[in-house]
């Protein structure tokens, strides 16, 4: 079994950064990709960015492309997601996932096996 724990997300002011942390722990054997996403209020959950295995493919939802930056650190089983210039219009519950099937990268939610509980961002104008 899997257990992914996103870090406390938090309000912050528009135009200032973030950066969301996802720690995996159980049975993982390291080449696994990762995903985040997110679900605004009112709105479908949405593919923002994923990293393959080795960290060397990345690959980013259109709108996210610029302000958006995901990593990891494989010896400490996380991965990271890095928001900058952040905006109202970023105010969702992200969430970060698991594909242990594939070690490329996927923007399908079907694709991921284990997900965080989410942790919710608010961004203030």
């Known amino acids: 079994q899997v257990q992914l724990v996103e870090s406390e997300g938090g309000l912050v002011q528009a135009g200032g950064s973030m950066r969301l942390s996802c720690a995996a722990s159980?049975?993982?054997?390291?080449?696994?990709?990762m995903g985040w996403f997110r679900r605004a209020p009112g709105k479908e959950r949405e593919f923002v960015a994923a990293i393959s295995w080795n960290g060397l493919n990345t690959d980013y939802a259109d709108s996210m492309k610029g302000r958006f930056a995901i990593s990891r650190d494989n010896g400490k089983n996380t991965v990271y997601l890095q928001i900058y210039m952040l905006k109202p219009e970023d105010t969702a519950i992200y969430y970060c996932?698991?594909?242990?099937?594939?070690?490329?990268?996927?923007?399908?939610?079907?694709?991921?096996?284990?997900w965080g509980q989410g942790t919710q961002v608010t961004v203030s104008s």
């Open positions: 996932a698991m594909d242990l099937k594939s070690w490329g990268v996927s923007t399908r939610p079907s694709s991921y096996d284990y």
């Open positions: 159980g049975s993982t054997s390291g080449t696994y990709a």
